[in-house]
């Protein structure tokens, strides 16, 4: 078994004992003090930073390796940039649900079509809606009877022949016929475009249960989930029939973040940007800043109404919308700053190897940067990743 080696083995000429330079370029530590080894050794102590003040000049005015900067930038030179995704337009887009449970008969439109306010999309066999036209027609028989026993009691009051309650009384049936007859056609007022009723033999229109379901905007077909024969039922919580929209006009739905709240309001203009096309940019305004915060992720959503008559977007697409906001305040990079006590502290590089400690008044811009209200200014390098170890090594030599 080996001996195990003494202090002066591990300390002579041949090895490399660990310097104070060597921790200072990994920042891990302030100082080391090697007295065994300095005492064997003959080699002259590396040198180490100084400090004056509150600036740290590093030997031989070099930057250590691996110490980074990063510029003090203007407002109007980091634009605001927002993910979002892009959305069917609420005011141009219909969504079309079965107003009655029943069969579909036929389809008429396809995906893609472009149709008409008022065209047909598809028939289907509903005898909830048959049931509405008997509705209808029994209370409009209801109400002429009622209005005939009153005149007739009208009449009779006149030579005498009966008390004023019978006319009371049926002017009072007469109204509730008239109430009944108009709740009747209400329900089939929204289907008064319906396709024209077949005759019955007797020369009138005949109660049937074929209902044509029809596009309440002008449009393109842009979704379709019907088929004949397939049975519906009137549920708006599924999927609508058919989606009907103006593919020119668009929505795009972004995550704001909370801290940014106080730079956007509507009528702001927005440059959008996809991976589908990336040198086009679509312009875009905004249009609402929503009222909630999201407690989860601390975002707000924000639409914007987007020009789509180029064609190139599409529903759903992935965007990220560039806002060019110059409020005259600079920003810096959020892990440029350091903490210490209730101030807010960055290093400004003050030549090479040379960096200063400042304390400023910050205000947070996101998760990234800060804007800077005092202390700073644009075109200023600050180090970014170690300044909370060159704070220490200030503190330490105090």
């Known amino acids: 078994m080996n001996p195990t080696p003494s202090r002066a083995a591990l300390c002579r000429p041949g090895r490399t004992p660990l310097t104070a330079s060597a921790l200072l370029l990994s920042f891990a530590s302030l100082a080391l003090g090697l007295t065994g080894c300095e005492r ?59 107003p009655f449970a029943g069969r579909v008969l036929g389809v008429q439109a396809q995906v893609g079509q472009n149709v008409a306010k008022g065209a047909v999309l598809a028939v289907i066999s509903a005898a909830e809606y048959g049931q509405a036209q008997a509705d209808a027609r029994r209370a ?18 006149e030579v005498g022949a009966v008390a004023r309650k019978h006319v ?19 329900r089939l007022e929204p289907y008064s475009t319906n396709a ?23 449009g393109v077909v842009v979704e379709r989930q019907v088929n004949p024969g397939l049975e519906l039922r009137p549920d708006s919580s599924g999927a609508p ?14 995550d704001l973040d909370e ?32 009222k909630l915060v999201d407690p989860e992720s601390r975002t707000i959503k924000l639409r914007a109404r987007v020009d789509n008559r180029s064609g190139k977007l599409r529903a759903e697409m992935f965007v990220q919308a560039r806002l060019s906001l110059d409020d005259g305040r600079a920003r810096v990079p959020a892990d440029a700053v350091f903490v210490r006590g209730e101030q807010l502290g960055v290093f400004v590089a003050q030549g090479p190897g040379r960096y200063e400690r400042r304390f400023v008044k910050l205000r947070p811009a996101g998760p990234q940067w800060w804007l800077v209200d005092e202390g700073l200014k644009p075109g200023e390098q600050v180090v970014v990743g170690a300044a909370l170890f060159l704070n220490q090594m200030l503190d330490a030599a105090r």
């Open 40 to 98: 064997a050794s003959t080699a002259p102590p590396a040198p180490q930073p100084t400090i004056n003040g509150t600036l740290i000049s590093f030997p031989g005015q070099k930057d250590p390796e691996g110490l980074r900067t990063a510029e003090v930038v203007a407002s109007a030179e980091q634009p605001l940039l927002l993910p979002g995704r892009l959305a069917w337009d609420d005011d141009a887009t219909a969504r079309v649900y079965p």
């Open 168 to 186: 009371e009384a049926a002017q009072a049936e007469h109204e509730r016929a008239q109430a009944d007859l108009q709740r009747a056609q209400a």
């Open 140 to 157: 409009q028989a209801d109400e002429r009877l009622a209005r005939q026993q009153l005149d007739r009691a009208s009449s009779l009051l």
């Open 259 to 290: 801290t940014q709240l106080a730079r956007v309001h509507p009528g702001e203009k927005l440059a959008l940007s996809t991976a589908a096309w990336p040198d086009d940019r679509f312009e875009a305004v905004v249009e609402h800043v929503a």
């Open 196 to 218: 024209a009723t077949p005759a019955s033999p007797t020369g009138r229109n005949a109660i049937h249960q074929s209902l044509t379901i029809t596009s309440p905007v002008a």
């Open 241 to 254: 029939l058919f989606l009907v929209s103006d593919p020119s006009r668009l929505w795009a739905v972004m």
